[in-house]
């Protein structure tokens, strides 16, 4: 489970500054009664977000975990090599039109492309919201069953990982920004799809109860939860019928109308295959707006087509642009994966994955 959070437009604190309100320790309690000062805003921000044909770009990966992905390409993990890559993303002409919104790491949010512009500045340009990752990296939950969650609220080591979501919500709001609330179901093992509903089903009912018991409101989060697959190990692979079955049954068992924005979380799937399913989820209408909130299949092909090198720059933002386009499409409904490359439909499954 991780916390983040998109930002107003005219929020940036001084780096000194960041995370101090976020680091409060809450006593336990049965409601928090919020003064609803930035209630406008927030529904405003989290409607921009869920609009139509538009998606959240996920490039909040830890500088270890960005070093994970250079390193697959052959580069040093090195500051100057983030901002390199980070650059080719956020620059990429025409992006705005398919993303909505970004989610930032803590050195991203304040870091400068390799011309000397800020990336923050260069997204809002793009009509694209930043958005920030505010916990301090998973620990292992007190008590549970092998379950994480992400620590950022001090005395919450303890306490059940749905209340620490539903806290960090009410914060995130009393403070003016949208919180991400992601309930995620990790795909380690051979579990069927069934089993992946049923554990899904308990998550997020305790989840909504923990944040209305915070006075949460709805109107102003988003939801980025994992889809309904099987466990990555299962032997019955699901179509994407099959996935857009269960998981929007899930959602409408589970999730209130007023949540404006469902941004799915693409796991270990391939990038095909996580378009497939967001595709199969829109053949319909739906109370909310179901979209995306991916980093690899967004930027897997992007990374191996950049390789690193100035020269393809280039065909590295093609590359993510014609994800952003397919993403885009499959949240109108309108995806077909006719012509898509063969290494885009190569699964790319990892233990113990965030996005």
């Not at 001084?14 to 995370?19: C, I, L, N």
């Not at 889809?227 to 099959?242: F, H, I, L, N, S």
Request: glycine share 8%; charged share 20%.
């Amino acid at each position: 489970m991780a916390s983040a959070t998109l930002l107003k437009s005219s929020f940036l604190p001084k780096k000194a500054e960041w995370g101090v309100a976020r680091q409060v320790a809450a006593p336990r309690v049965s409601m928090v009664v919020r003064a609803g000062a930035y209630d406008d805003e927030l529904v405003k921000t989290a409607k921009t977000i869920a609009s139509p044909g538009r998606g959240i770009l996920a490039m909040d990966e830890s500088n270890a975990t960005c070093g994970k992905r250079l390193d697959s390409i052959g580069l040093e993990n090195t500051e100057a090599n983030r901002q390199a890559f980070r650059t080719l993303l956020v620059s990429v002409p025409g992006l705005g039109n398919h993303i909505s919104g970004a989610i930032l790491f803590e050195e991203t949010l304040y870091q400068s492309t390799v011309d000397g512009k800020k990336i923050v500045d260069i997204l809002v340009e793009q009509g694209i919201v930043p958005g920030i990752k505010v916990d301090k990296g998973l620990v292992p939950l007190t008590g549970s069953n092998d379950e994480s969650w992400c620590q950022g609220l001090d005395g919450l080591a303890s306490r059940e990982a749905a209340w620490g979501l539903a806290r960090y919500a009410a914060i995130s709001q009393d403070n003016g920004l949208v919180p991400i609330v992601e309930p995620e179901i990790l795909l380690d093992g051979e579990h069927g799809i069934e089993r992946t509903f049923e554990v899904a089903q308990k998550v997020w009912a305790e989840t909504f109860y923990q944040m209305a018991q915070n006075n949460v409101m709805f109107e102003g989060i988003l939801l980025k939860p994992s889809m309904v697959t099987p466990g990555a190990e299962c032997k019955d692979r699901a179509t994407p019928e099959q996935v857009a079955d269960y998981t929007l049954k899930l959602l409408s068992r589970r999730v209130p109308p007023a949540v404006p924005g469902i941004m799915f979380l693409s796991g270990g799937q391939s990038e095909v295959e996580a378009t497939l399913n967001l595709n199969a989820m829109n053949q319909g209408p739906n109370p909310w707006h179901v979209s995306f909130s991916y980093a690899r299949a967004l930027q897997n092909t992007c990374l191996k087509t950049w390789g690193g090198r100035p020269e393809n720059v280039k065909a590295a933002q093609e590359a993510l642009l014609l994800r952003a386009k397919a993403n885009s499409l499959a949240q109108l409904g309108k995806y077909t994966s006719d012509g898509e490359a063969a290494e885009a439909k190569e699964g790319m499954f990892v233990k113990n994955y965030s996005y």
